[in-house]
Nanobody, 119 residues
Framework: VQLQAFGGGLVQPGGSLRLSCAASGRIFSINDMGWSRQAPGKQRDLVATITSGGSTNYADSVKGRFTISRDNAKNTVYLQMNSLKPEDTAVYYC??????????????WGQGTLVTVSS
């Protein structure tokens, strides 16, 4: 199973970006999916999660600005980021709680995509 994240880049404060993360491989089903981020010199923090049924949870720092969604048919999770601030600059990582075709359960992580918010 692999997770591939896309969509990072350089954006000005107040701008928007949309991240995508597609899971592929021997997937039977996916439970929760989510996004975390790690700023330079800091620990990795949870940004948002979404259940298979669509229930969402957000870090206080992104509530009202970020929206997490998923397409279960495509095994893909998205993060729409609006009103971006310089403090949102970080490497963003996606994760997925996967049940494989051999019915093994494991949390998989993507490789990370850099988001830089700067003028």
């Amino acid at each position: 199973v692999q997770l591939q994240a896309f969509g990072g880049g350089l954006v000005q404060p107040g701008g928007s970006l949309r991240l995508s993360c597609a899971a592929s491989g021997r997937i039977f089903s996916i439970n929760d999916m989510g996004w975390s981020r790690q700023a330079p010199g800091k620990q990795r923090d949870l940004v948002a999660t979404i259940t298979s049924g669509g229930s969402t949870n957000y870090a206080d720092s992104v509530k009202g600005r970020f929206t997490i969604s998923r397409d279960n048919a495509k095994n893909t999770v998205y993060l729409q980021m609006n009103s971006l601030k310089p403090e949102d600059t970080a490497v963003y990582y996606c994760n997925a709680q996967v049940v494989t075709t051999t019915l093994a359960y494991r949390d998989y992580w993507g490789q990370g995509t850099l988001v830089t918010v700067s003028s």
